[in-house]
């Protein structure tokens, strides 16, 4: 198989990832490169029908068919159309882990886009905001970026909270150089002709030229290869990142009266009617 070198390096987050990696972590993510590209190629010899993607209207005209709203963060709603279950109490004096275990649990998704980050090389600072770029999913959906900011803001690193905030951002534009494409998951969930609103495209614009830029935009890299199904992943090893850049409060997620508190103790009491 023919492999196109530079889309390969761009695949596993560029020139800089590549140059921390040894001979084995190379041969390894070429591997890797070269099923995912004889994959793609199988599927399109088979001939198979292209996707139908929903347009915007399409998707506006399922609002009233549902009796919940999308927006709503998981822990509030039903998975796959089944009622709720009830939640195990959080420990007294909740961490982080407590969170991932009894909240935000799989987080198969966003162990995947850490474990991915780690293996590429990336840095502390980006591992970990790719281990809670998605976590306050629990909690709400929209703006994602912004609030998960806000609910680890008092916590980790600011280039951390950085990239957890503009990664929403940058997801809805493509860096070929960087090996971020435009996921095909996109055009099923807001419409094959959606636009992103006005302050988004100005928040690109301004990103764009940003010292940080390349922090969110690693983000998405990981978050875009971090669907595994049959991926095993775990929280261990990114324990003593944690430990070094997560300021875990003595009084426990929630009660330590930070700006964002209160979002911690919603996740943990969701069934609080007031």
Known sequence: MEVDR???????????AVATMDHEAKAEALEHYMEEQLDAQVAAQQGGQPE????VAEIEAQIETRPY??????????????NVKKLQPM???????????????????????ATRALKTGMSEEVILACLLHDCVLSLIKPDHG???????????PEKSAFAIRYHQTLRFYPDPEAGYE???????????????????????????????????????VNDLYAFDPNAKVSIEP????VGRHFKQPKEGLGFDNSPSAHMWRTLARPDSPL
């Not at 139908?52 to 347009?55: A, C, E």
């Not at 990114?238 to 990142?241: A, Q, V």
Request: aromatic share 20%.
């Open 182 to 220: 435009y996921p095909d998951q996109y055009y099923r969930i807001f419409g094959h002709d959606y636009q992103p609103p006005q302050y988004i495209a100005d928040t690109y614009k301004w990103l764009k030229n940003h010292k940080w830029y390349m922090e969110p935009r690693l983000v998405t």
């Open 238 to 241: 990114f324990m003593d990142i």
């Open 6 to 16: 530079r889309a390969f390096i761009a695949s596993i987050g560029g020139a800089a």
């Open 52 to 55: 139908k993607f929903p347009t």
């Open 91 to 113: 420990t007294a004096k909740p961490t982080l882990k407590d969170f991932f275990e009894l909240r935000f649990a799989p987080a198969n998704h966003v162990l995947q886009s």
């Open 69 to 82: 709203r999308r927006g709503a963060g998981s822990v509030f709603v039903g998975q796959r159309g089944e």
């Open 146 to 156: 912004w609030w998960g900011a806000q609910l680890f803001e008092p916590y980790i």
